[in-house]
Structures are given as C-alpha cells and as structure tokens.
C-alpha cells in the first residue's frame, strides 16, 4: 500500500539523512508535478512523468527484490532511479543486467589551491532580464540552428525565467573574451533548502581544452559562497570525463549517485 507525502518532507527526510540534497531532482518535480510516496516498510519513491510514462526514484540502492516489488507497485513504470549515497563505480553495479545509466551528484567540498588562484582570461557577467542583445549574440554565435522559439535559446531563456531571475531563484552568467561569450554556466536557487544548483555548464568549442570551464565554475562558486548556500553540480553523467574534472578541479566531490534501470516497458 503506497501513502502519498509532501514532496518537500519527501526531500527534506533525505536531506536530514544523508547531508545532500537533490536539487536536479526537486527541479523536475517542481516542473513535471512529481508526487511523493512512501509504503508500510517505509520506503520512499518519487513518481515523476516527462511524457512518456513514469520514472519512478527510490531513495535506496538497487537490489532485484525492490526492483520487481515497484514494477508491481506502479502500473506505467518506463525507467526505475536508485539514489545510493556516495560514490559508486560502475563495477559496482555490473551485475545489474538491465543497467542503463549512471550519473552523479556532485557537491562543493573545498578549494583546490592551485584553482582558486587562478588568474581568469576572460571576465564573467551574470545576466539580468534585460541582457536580450548579449543573449541574442550568444545565440547567433552558437544556437542559429535552433529553431527560433526553442527554448534553449538565450533569449528564450530570458523570456521564460524573467521572473526567477528578478527574484534571484535563477542567475545566468556569461564567460566573455572581448566582449564575446565563450560559454555560460546556468544556476537555479531552492531557498527552502538552502542550496544552490549549477547546471548546463557549457564553455564553445574553440575555446575547449583549455582549462576555462573550471576557473568559470570556480568563480561562479565563490560568488554563491557569499550567500552561505549549499552549493551542487548535478546529474553528471559517469561517462561524462570532463565534466566529472571540472567538477573535481573546482572542489567538488560527488555526493550521491544515481543508477537508471529501464523497466521491462517500453516508452511509448
């Protein structure tokens, strides 16, 4: 019998458990209207639909029994998270036969010496609801591709989070060399928590190689330091070697890992 939960007592329990929290996980309930769960074994499971059917996250390492009592449990189940706290390789669950993704949860720990002292070869402007010229550069230079409404667009992106970013829930900030963007890093702010995301890092392709992507986060996190936020890089995927180094060389350390299982559905 599953009994639905508040989704903030859902996250907060694990908070209080572990120490960490899930900021690109809140993120999607807040977007796709998650609900909460938690059965007579006190189990917890989060139940989040994109469109295709339910990914269900259970608050707990994998194992066959929990696997198959969730497939019974929930009637449109397309993948299966297990949220492990800590550091997990993939050697650790190659024996799952149906193991499809790893990813990680990546959390500020400390300042490496040799990065917080490093000199910056471009400056860094966070980004208002006003920035629309600077955003549109940013979009000719890199994003023409994309259809022109996409919402990965900068000036879409302004458009659609105008309000978070005037009441600080989301900050943009752009890497510039003579005035033009080589990169951008994405944050979102859970002031509930106290915690602050880092997402959709990004420095361009010429500009790869190079050692800017650190130094950028690197920066960036001193200046949410200031605000005494936990700070997270999350979702990073285990194959996803430079961007698992940017995290590392920018002091953090990974927190949680997140090991996706398809179930025996098929996405529709």
């Known amino acids: 019998m599953l009994i639905e939960k508040d ?6 329990n694990y908070m209080k458990t572990t120490d960490v929290v899930l900021t690109g996980l809140i993120g999607d309930t807040q977007s796709f209207n998650s609900k909460a769960y938690f059965d007579i074994k006190n189990k917890y499971y989060l139940s989040t639909n994109y469109g295709g059917g339910e990914v269900i996250t259970a608050l707990q390492p994998y194992n ?37 993704y790893l990813s990680y949860y990546y959390k500020f720990k400390a300042f490496k010496s040799e990065t917080d002292k490093t000199t910056l070869p471009f400056i860094i402007k966070e980004l208002n609801e006003n920035d ?7 979009d000719d230079l890199y994003l023409s591709f994309l259809p022109p409404k996409h919402g990965a667009r900068m000036t879409n992106q302004i458009k659609n989070y105008a309000e978070a970013m005037k009441n600080g829930k989301n900050k943009k900030y752009f890497a510039l060399i003579d005035d033009i963007p080589i990169g951008h890093i994405n944050t979102e702010l859970y002031f509930e928590y106290n ?19 650190a130094a950028f986060l690197s920066e960036v996190t001193k200046e949410n330091l200031k605000q005494g936020y936990d700070l997270y890089y999350t979702t990073v995927s285990a194959d996803n070697i430079a961007s698992r180094k940017t995290a590392e060389k920018s002091g953090y350390i990974i927190a949680a890992s997140c090991v996706s299982i398809y179930s025996k559905m098929k996405f529709v």
């Open 7 to 12: 989704n903030k007592d859902f996250f907060t």
């Open 64 to 100: 066959i029994d929990l696997y198959n009592e969730i497939l019974n449990e929930f009637s449109n189940v397309v993948s299966i998270a297990f949220i492990y706290d800590g550091y997990i390789g993939k050697e650790s669950v190659s024996n799952i036969e149906k193991f499809s």
């Open 132 to 138: 629309y010229e600077l955003a549109k550069q940013y």
């Open 195 to 213: 915690a602050c995301d880092f997402a959709n890092i990004a420095i361009e392709e010429a500009y790869k190689q190079k050692g800017y992507g």
